[in-house]
């Protein structure tokens, strides 16, 4: 099967995942928790405004609780089929079904979801990422980089420069990740992280708490594809890559040689699981430690 992704922006959702956890609506279960990859990406996502004179913006226990809500209904039910975008929610929640798509004009199917599930006051806008391989941070927010419509939610341009953004939520669920912005402050902003007993707030550095093995940051695991003795070349292949649907291609130079890389990754284990997601085509694929 090819790698494939989806993104998607503006909207708020939810899932029957967490369903039976709910007492009543608007009520949290108090084991409620973000984690360490949720964490992550939410800092990742604040240090790009940061970098673009942008202030932080606080972690919203409500709104994070919405977008875990939703990355779960999109793993189990998938809303998200025929002209349903990521934006859509099923029928199988507490929630109201809707259907949201380039030519269905259905704006509370995202802007209300805050409000018909938790406390939060306003209104929430949401960009959404999905694809075949569990989501990375840095891979879904480089992604939301190349998309002028994401970029601009996030960085408050365009459509988006008279909002001030003073809440935050954050979901992740196997290949699917969503984030929320809202312009109401929630007053609830201590969510839980999963397995530490702590709690996070704004921006903190403890985003790399991992339940894995520290590894050299710089160190990146190649999926490598193909290789070429001109630059040209490879940039070819890596155009035509982009067309297929694949999410990152790129150019690696490694001694003489120009390098076509599908995707790069943390871990040596990270890009075995990749690769076990391509198709028959794609099998040769070999890692580039670099």
Known sequence: MNTSV?????????????V????????????????????KLYNLVNKCRKENNQSEVSLSKNLCYVAKLHVSDLFYNHPDTGMCNLHSWSDKGIWAECCYGRNIFNNTCMTAKPKELTAYPGNGYEIAFWESVDAIPEVVLDLWKTSSASNDLILNRGIWEDENWTAFGVGMLKGYAVVWFGSEADSDEGVKICSTGEMAGRLIDKVQLEDKPQINSETRYYLIIASFKEEAQAKSEVARLKKRGFRSPSVVLSGENFRVSLGNYATPEEATAAKKSLNEKYKAAWLLKY
């Open 20 to 39: 039976l956890t709910l007492a009543a609506q608007h009520n949290i279960p108090e084991d409620f928790c973000i984690s360490t990859q949720e964490l």
């Open 6 to 18: 989806k993104i998607a922006v503006l909207s708020v959702i939810v899932s029957s995942f967490f």
